[in-house]
């Protein structure tokens, strides 16, 4: 069975892994990179595709380090537990690592069930030919049988009988699996900061805000700042930029808006940080989220009544009342779409791009719209002058949306796909 036919499938059941440590010979397991060691960076990976992770006696961990990798996980919101001085099931398939490296956890979904007759399999990740400085290894519960010596050796010895025991290889391509041996850590350090984009970005998002926000959090990964911490410095900074709206004056709008496009893409950082340094939680994604529609409601309402408050147009005071109100209404509905299980937003886990060969559907529309580039139209109606257009143009569009998202919330509540696809 060819294993490239097979790259679909997941993991078999329950294996577990095995980090052989040396910091004698390796001390770049003590490395930091984006504000984590090399050796959390690889426990909290193995953690993250739900694999039991073992560190034997054998291994020759610093204390010091030992300390600060129990310190760097239990920083961690979802914290991955490590077996000290402990071997893994002997009838379990192993995942071996024997060498500081940085892995992304999605490459181990590569792997496949071994067809009848093909127990025994050692795979290497690595790139190019098996001559190739893996560092990452899966051996089956047959090809496993040694795991005591495995677990027994010097990590030198065990890369060696790895190789010579190697009957396929994956390579990761342009994924993350890179050994430091081999990788400078700036190299391994840039992937990382691209593996904090979202997939359901829309291109503003792409095109704008994570340029900006991308540069600020490979810069804040190194401070023990919290994503929710980063969250609430960015609502804090919204809602500043929405009582500025308020004042209704043209420079009060125009640093207004400007705050506002600040707090968009600050916010942009608190998800990165969190996929980057594994502090992802279903509490921080919620408070994010409702957070992110405080300063949503607060601005789409300010903007036009700041100029009715100027010009006396009252107007505009009602129509930004109307589109408060609709804002603040489908705030509900929105949240029922995106934070059941079967149609989170983004994976916590396993944060992944979109398919481009993926129909597009009425929820990813729904889910674009309902993002925040509104705010770069109104920086540009600002900068004229003309901010309080967006209330006209908001009311004209803002019910319609309502009226889909309850739309689709019916449809899903009974029975009816709200997934049907936009070509």
């Not at 929710?228 to 709206?245: F, K, P």
């Not at 006209?392 to 569009?397: K, R």
Request: glycine content about 6%; hydrophobic content about 55%; overall charge neutral.
């Amino acid at each position: 069975m060819d294993l490239a036919n097979a790259l679909s499938a997941n993991l078999n059941a329950a294996p577990t892994a095995i980090v052989l440590v040396d910091t004698d010979t390796s001390p770049q397991w003590a490395e930091r990179i984006c504000g984590l060691s090399v050796l959390a960076r690889v426990v909290a990976a193995l953690a993250r595709a739900r694999v039991p992770v073992f560190v034997p006696a054998f291994s020759r961990l610093d204390a010091g380090l030992q300390a600060s990798l129990r310190a760097e996980l239990g920083r961690m919101p979802r914290t991955p537990v490590v077996h000290f001085d402990a071997l893994p099931p002997s009838a379990s398939d192993l995942i071996v690592v024997t060498a500081p490296g940085v892995f992304d956890a999605r490459i181990l979904e590569r792997l496949s069930p071994a067809a009848e007759g093909e127990r025994g399999r050692v795979i290497a990740f690595g790139r190019g030919s098996l001559s190739g400085p893996a560092f990452l290894w899966y051996l089956d519960a047959a090809g496993a049988s040694a795991a005591a010596a495995v677990a027994t050796l010097p990590p030198a010895e065990v890369q060696a009988r790895l190789v010579a025991a190697t009957s396929a290889a994956l390579d990761p391509g342009r994924e993350l699996c890179d050994a430091l041996a081999t990788n400078p850590a700036e190299a391994i350090e840039a992937k990382l900061i691209e593996l904090g984009r979202k997939s359901s970005d829309t291109w503003v998002a792409r095109s704008v805000d994570r340029r900006v926000s991308l540069w600020l959090t490979r810069r804040l990964v190194e401070f023990s700042v919290t994503p929710n911490q980063i969250t609430i410095a960015a609502t804090l900074l919204g809602l500043l930029g929405a009582a500025l709206l308020l004042v209704g004056t043209y420079f009060s709008q125009l640093i207004g808006a400007l705050l506002l496009t600040a707090s968009i893409i600050g916010d942009g950082c608190d998800g990165e940080v969190a996929r980057i340094k594994f502090m992802e939680s279903e509490f921080g994604r919620k408070l994010d989220f409702f957070l992110d529609n405080v300063v949503n409601v607060a601005a789409i309402f300010s903007v036009g009544a700041g100029y009715a408050w100027q010009s006396g147009e009252s107007f505009y005071f009602y129509a930004s009342v109307v589109n408060g109100l609709a804002a603040a209404a489908a705030v509900l509905p929105v949240y029922s779409l995106f934070f059941r299980e079967a149609k989170q937003a983004v994976r916590l886990d396993l944060p992944a791009a979109r398919d481009p060969s993926r129909s597009w559907t009425a929820v990813d529309l729904i889910e674009g719209i309902a993002g925040r580039d509104f705010a770069y139209l109104i920086l540009v109606l600002a900068l004229f002058g003309r901010a309080h257009w967006f209330a006209l143009a908001c009311l004209a569009g803002i019910l319609v949306f309502l009226a889909a998202v309850v739309i689709l919330v019916v449809r899903d509540r009974f029975g009816s796909s709200s997934s049907f696809p936009i070509r």
